[in-house]
């Protein structure tokens, strides 16, 4: 069974099932299931993309996950990989924060924080595995971005 689904204009929505359900007495109960999907795939995101993050960051302190200066290449930057990476720890703090907080301006940063930080890899093409993962994720954190709107 195929209803259109226009999610960008709510009133839309109900007017084509309330159509439909004339039709198809289940309309109404499939567009309560896509909402409520939409929901849990939005709060699993948002959990990951705000907790992952503050994890991270404050493994910048601990070092307990990796050595996280092992992906800073040689006079990258002008200080110590140590202090540098506490202030990304801040950083992702902050933005992890903000995405359990202001979902859709945290997941926007998030996003964009991953893309940096791929194409820092990709330049010195080290950790060129990571940086293709972190491109996926940033993909993820846009999805966030997309479904605060609807969620």
């Known amino acids: ?8 204009i709510p009133d839309k929505v109900t007017t084509d099932v309330t159509f439909l359900s004339v039709f198809d007495p289940t309309a ?5 299931n896509m909402e409520t999907t939409v929901k849990n795939v939005f709060s699993l995101l ?3 993309y705000g907790l992952v993050p503050i994890v ?4 910048k302190f601990t070092n307990i996950l990796t050595d996280w200066s092992q992906y800073l290449s040689e006079g990258m930057i002008p200080m110590e990989a140590g ?11 902050i933005a992890g924060a903000l995405v359990l907080t202001k979902t859709k ?3 926007l940063i998030v996003a964009a924080w991953l893309i940096l930080i791929a194409i820092t890899l990709l330049i010195s ?5 990571v940086a293709v993962r972190d491109l ?7 999805s966030l971005y997309k479904l605060s709107d609807h969620a």
């Not at 069974?1 to 960008?8: G, I, K, N, S, Y």
């Not at 109404?28 to 309560?32: A, G, R, V």
């Not at 996926?136 to 846009?142: E, F, L, Q, R």
């Open 1 to 8: 069974m195929v209803f259109p689904l226009r999610a960008e």
């Open 46 to 48: 948002k959990y990951t």
């Open 56 to 59: 991270a960051g404050l493994d």
């Open 28 to 32: 109404k109960q499939n567009l309560k």
């Open 83 to 93: 202090t540098f990476m506490m202030i990304v720890g801040v950083i992702e703090i």
């Open 125 to 129: 093409w080290s950790y060129v595995d």
């Open 105 to 107: 301006l945290g997941s």
């Open 136 to 142: 996926v994720m940033a993909i993820g954190a846009y």
